[in-house]
């Protein structure tokens, strides 16, 4: 199996099996602060929202909803796995490297040990039209929590 093919696999996965997916009934841990963005791609229609929990200085907690292309919701998917347990500077750091990757139009490599799965969207910075679609949640998780640190 080609890493394309493997990329591939895992937004398929994620868009279908949307980890963290539903605000609705989800409560912050006990002590957490938090910290909620709504972002609409007003071209595409791709929409987000994301509220982001942090206790002890990690991100204790990421619910979200939303509506729109698979690659939208994969990276949703795919920033929630990824987030989860980070201290708030890791997250940072991590979303900092991934806005990079994406805007780079495919000229800076997605490091696996920094994005985890999260490197399956490399080959999105090739396609200026679909940068902000994976992109959507990354910027609400930075909104999230810049309000809840």
């Known amino acids: ?17 949307r980890h963290g997916s539903g605000l609705a009934g989800t409560k ?10 709504h972002q609409l791609n007003p071209v595409c229609g791709d929409e987000v929202t994301l509220r982001l929990a942090v ?6 907690q990421i619910a979200w ?3 729109g ?9 795919v920033l929630t796995d990824l987030a989860e347990g980070m ?7 991590v ?13 800076v490599p997605a490091d696996p040990e920094i994005l985890g799965d999260a490197a399956a969207f490399e080959g999105v910075a090739r396609y200026a039209a679909r940068v902000k ?12 929590l810049n309000q809840a640190a």
């Open 1 to 17: 199996m080609s890493l394309d093919h493997l990329y591939q696999q895992i937004i398929l996965d994620h868009s279908k099996a």
């Open 28 to 37: 912050a841990p006990d002590g957490a602060t938090t910290g909620q963005s």
């Open 55 to 60: 206790a002890d200085g990690k991100v204790a």
């Open 65 to 67: 909803d939303g509506a």
């Open 69 to 77: 292309c698979s690659i939208s919701m994969a990276s949703a998917s």
């Open 87 to 93: 201290t708030v500077a890791e997250m940072h750091e």
């Open 95 to 107: 979303i900092d490297n991934f806005r990079e990757v994406l805007r780079s139009r495919g000229k």
């Open 133 to 144: 679609c994976a992109m959507i949640s990354w910027v609400a998780a930075e909104d999230a």
